[in-house]
Each structure stands twice: as structure tokens, then as C-alpha cells.
């Protein structure tokens, strides 16, 4: 009922302001976690099957690189899972608006001899430094780089510079294969570990907690000036995508991997 009755105001705020627009392409500029799932795309095909208007095109990037491209006019949606780099990127763009979407979570993953005596995600990182073990970092300004840096710092460790801190600058997918490679330890995201785990030699370690929750923030950049945008937002944070949503859930993973809010 609470999505219900925010689609109603979104409706009345965000359409009531928008004029028309002659390019009915819409770049969504989304987070790798939720590309390389396949999550997004599974969203997007919903919503041209149903009959959304426009022709939709997503880029995977980092968070940084993504909230760039919407500051630079290169995004007309932006998709992230860092609130407090969000948070900066809208007191610049004021005309942005967003929206909570969903949420998943991170978790460590490892080689399947991986274990530790505290198995809680501090508790794990303390582990991996104490024994100098291999832990593949994203280092590319990513949602997932930063809730990395902060589990680091709540442990009072800092790994960089160390010979078993291994940085890719690249994204989720990527990533984890470097770490199945390396026979090392990784923050994943864990859409994309699902997505990727049959490939991957890797196994999920370490404990769920709140400080592992991992939500997520749709955002129109410009709604004034993007009308196509504006209405692939609202379908999406409507009952309706909220059902292509969940749908793509029991599609790619069998379950509700990206809960909504």
C-alpha cells in the first residue's frame, strides 16, 4: 500500500512538470551490480513487453562514474546503492528527484577452504589480515568499494598498500573472477554471485547482519526535460514495477534477491 500511494504523488509531482521531448531514448546509467546480475535488463524488456513508451538503454558503471554521467547530462536515469553519494549529487542537481527501489545485500565470498573462528563480516576481515590471505578489492568508486571501505575502518584496518590487497578497478563481475582466480577473499554483491556462482570457485562466508544490507535508489536527473524518463520511473516504482520486479526475482535467482522497499 506504501508504494501505492507513493506512485500517486510521484505521478502528480514529476508528470504534471514535464514537457514534451522529440528524443524517446532513455539512458539509464545503473550500478554493475544490477547489470551484471541481469536483474535490470529483465526489468527493462517488462517494461517495452507491456508497452512502455521509448526506447530504453542501460550502461553499467560504478556508483561515481554513474552519478558523473547524470551531472553531466549523460544519464537521463541513474540507479546506485550509495545514499551518501547520492545525497551530494542531488544537493548539486537540484532538479533531480529520487526514489528508494529495492534492496539486496553484500556478502563476503571466499575459496570453499575459507573459515574463520568468528564468522561475522568484521570478524572475517580481521581474519583475512591477520593471516596476509588474498582479498580482491572493486577500488573503482563503486556502492560496493564503498561499504567495503567502511568495514574496514569499523575493524581499524587499513589494507592498502599491503601485498595481499589486490585491486581490479573494474566492476562486480569482473571482479569476482579475479578472486576465483586468485583463490581470494571479495565483498560481492550478492545478486551477481548467484548469477555467476557456477562459474566462479567460490563459496559465500561469513554471517548476514544490517551492516551488510545493501539498498538501492532510482533517480530522474532532469525531469523537466525528460518526460520518457519520468514515466519509466514512475512505472517503475509503481505496483506494476514493483510486479516486473519481483517477477525477474523468480526469474534469474528463484526467490527475492532484490526485496522491495
Known amino acids: 500500500m506504501r508504494r501505492t500511494v507513493a506512485v500517486l504523488v510521484v505521478s502528480g509531482t514529476l508528470l504534471a512538470a514535464c514537457t514534451p521531448s522529440a528524443d524517446d531514448r532513455v539512458i539509464v546509467a545503473a550500478g554493475t551490480t544490477v547489470v551484471d546480475s541481469g536483474l535490470i535488463d529483465a526489468i527493462v524488456d517488462e517494461y517495452i513487453a507491456t508497452g512502455g513508451d521509448g526506447s530504453i538503454s542501460v550502461i553499467g558503471l560504478s556508483t561515481q562514474q554513474v552519478l558523473a554521467y547524470g551531472g553531466a547530462g549523460n544519464a537521463d536515469v541513474t540507479i546506485t546503492h550509495d545514499r551518501a553519494a547520492l ?118 562466508i561469513g554471517e548476514e547482519g544490517d551492516t551488510l544490507e545493501n539498498p538501492y535508489d532510482v533517480a530522474v536527473v532532469a525531469p523537466d526535460d525528460a518526460p520518457l524518463a519520468v514515466t519509466f520511473v514512475t512505472w517503475l516504482i509503481s505496483d506494476a514495477g514493483g510486479a516486473a520486479i519481483e517477477s525477474a526475482n523468480d526469474s534469474i535467482f528463484g526467490s527475492q534477491v532484490y526485496r522491495l522497499p
Do not use: C, H
Open 87 to 204: 545525497d551530494t549529487f542531488l544537493e548539486a542537481n537540484t532538479d533531480s528527484i529520487a526514489f528508494p527501489l529495492f534492496s539486496s545485500r553484500f556478502v563476503l565470498v571466499g575459496p570453499p577452504d575459507t573459515s574463520f573462528s568468528d564468522m561475522s563480516a568484521p570478524g572475517v576481515l580481521r581474519g583475512v589480515a591477520a593471516q596476509g590471505l588474498p582479498f580482491v578489492s572493486r577500488d573503482d568508486g563503486s556502492g560496493t568499494y564503498t561499504r567495503e571501505r567502511a568495514l574496514w575502518a569499523s575493524i581499524g584496518v587499513d589494507p592498502r598498500g599491503a601485498d595481499w590487497y589486490i585491486r581490479t578497478g573494474t566492476g562486480m563481475g569482473a571482479t569476482l573472477q579475479v578472486a576465483s582466480a586468485r583463490a581470494a577473499v571479495t565483498l560481492a554483491e550478492i545478486g551477481v554471485f548467484l548469477t555467476a556462482r557456477d562459474q566462479l570457485d567460490l563459496k559465500e
